[in-house]
């Protein structure tokens, strides 16, 4: 699986967009771009994913560059709730051998 | 739908004791894994299961065992517990389909302190 970079926090205030980047320079073709959050010490939650194209669902939507080299996280109307560590995964589809997490980026929604 | 259900929440252990972690997941899905996170760290595998009878190793398999006789049940066997295995455990179940990884769904864990 790529490895991928992303910022270990940031902050956003509440009812604004939350952007949160990703760096998986080095994805092979056959790996998607996977988004997962944990909320305090929760069982990790899975978001959204993608292979080239932007994907959009009910919780947020997912840009990822032409060359896929990055993909940002959008969370539109970002709330209190959405306070939570979020870990951006590459992996290659059709494997059943778990997902790498990295230590993701811990997103503060302020008041 | 209950989804995964861990079993238990919490639990101290004293050094050398045994305990099994239970999972269950009632969504009929073939895939299941075990996962560990440390204080500020991410998930790491410790096993996984593709299918009633058959499991493989993860990242960090050394201590545990494992064992999957039915498709919903995926206990996690902790034999002589050492301080290292302090630690919050993660079960998850996902249905795999062809070409493209399915989503994973994750328990609430458990919280294991050994002291």
């Known amino acids: 699986d790529a490895k991928t970079t992303q910022p270990p926090s940031m902050d956003c205030a509440e009812g604004r967009a939350a952007n949160l980047p990703c760096n998986h320079s080095t994805i092979s073709g056959n790996e998607y771009v996977y988004w997962y959050r944990q909320i305090h010490s929760q069982g990790p939650q899975y978001i959204i994913h993608g292979l080239k194209n932007n994907e959009t669902n009910e919780m947020a939507s997912l840009i990822i560059t032409e060359d896929r080299k990055s993909s940002t996280l959008i969370l539109p109307h970002a709330t209190l709730r959405d306070t939570a560590v979020y870990y951006c995964?590459?992996?290659?589809?059709?494997?059943?051998?778990?997902?790498?997490f990295g230590k993701g980026t811990h997103l503060i929604i302020q008041p | 739908n209950a989804g995964v259900t861990q079993t238990p929440k919490f639990r101290i252990l004293k050094i050398g004791q045994s305990m099994t972690l239970q999972c269950t997941q009632d969504m009929n899905h073939n895939y299941m894994y075990w996962y560990r996170q440390d204080p500020g760290m991410g998930l790491k595998l410790i096993y996984y299961?593709?299918?009633?009878?058959?499991?493989d190793k993860g990242e960090v398999p050394n201590g545990y065992n494992v064992s999957r006789s039915t498709t919903e049940d995926f206990p996690l066997r902790l034999e002589l517990a050492a301080p290292s295995q302090t630690s919050v455990y993660f079960c998850a179940s996902s249905l795999l389909m062809t070409g493209e990884r399915d989503i994973q769904y994750f328990g609430a864990g458990t919280r294991l302190s050994v002291l």
């Open positions: 995964i590459a992996v290659a589809g059709g494997g059943a051998d778990g997902l790498t």
């Open positions: 299961s593709v299918g009633a009878g058959i499991t």
